[in-house]
């Protein structure tokens, strides 16, 4: 599967990079591709370098004003225009998503992918991985969007809540039939 990953470009602490590491080699050793933001910096870094070393594709997507960070050694780097094209891309390029411990970028990427799916512009399986808890908040304000009607489908079919990568991948993979 080419598998969509939107994170974060900061350097993060160990409860970030480890997790996030470890799903990384998951991808790779299951024969994904990770499709990403193309950087090579800080979290996106630690994922492409972890699926990297465990045999994984990496197909990049960057922007044209972060490009002197776009890592040289994907096996394909697009450069979009601006923020807009670049999400499009990423999207047309992934079976699936999942969307990361991130900043204001992630967070808008996530809403932007949710509201195409809602409206049924894709209906490629999308995850949240909340490690350590990161987004909490969001999810009970998810919750609270559908208890109050917000939501023109139920919540799990829109997205899939992972604590953890393996539970993440396993979601992935039965969504595709991936046995």
Not at 5 to 15: E, H, I, K, Q, Y
Not at 92 to 101: F, L
Not at 106 to 131: F, Q, R, S, W, Y
Not at 138 to 152: T, Y
Request: glycine fraction near 10%; aromatic fraction near 6%.
């Amino acid at each position: 599967m080419n598998i969509c990953v939107f994170l974060s470009a900061a350097d993060l602490d160990d409860r970030y990079t480890t997790p996030a590491r470890e799903f990384a080699e998951l991808l790779g050793k299951g024969g994904h591709t990770l499709v990403w933001g193309g950087s090579e910096s800080g979290l996106m870094k630690v994922v492409a370098d972890g699926v990297r070393h465990t045999g994984g594709r990496l197909v990049g997507v960057s922007v044209d004003f972060l490009s002197h960070v776009a890592r040289e050694d994907a096996d394909e780097m697009v450069v979009a225009k601006d923020l807009a094209e670049r999400k499009a891309l990423l999207l047309a390029k992934s079976d699936a998503v999942v969307i990361m411990v991130g900043g204001t970028g992630t967070l808008d990427e996530a809403t932007e992918i949710l509201e195409l799916k809602k409206h049924g512009k894709h209906d490629k399986p999308v995850v949240l991985l909340n490690t350590a808890g990161f987004y909490d908040g969001l999810k009970a304000q998810f919750r609270r969007m559908e208890e109050e009607g917000f939501l023109p489908l139920p919540l799990t079919e829109l997205v899939f809540f992972a604590e953890d990568g393996i539970s993440a991948l396993a979601y992935l993979e039965e969504s595709a039939g991936i046995q």
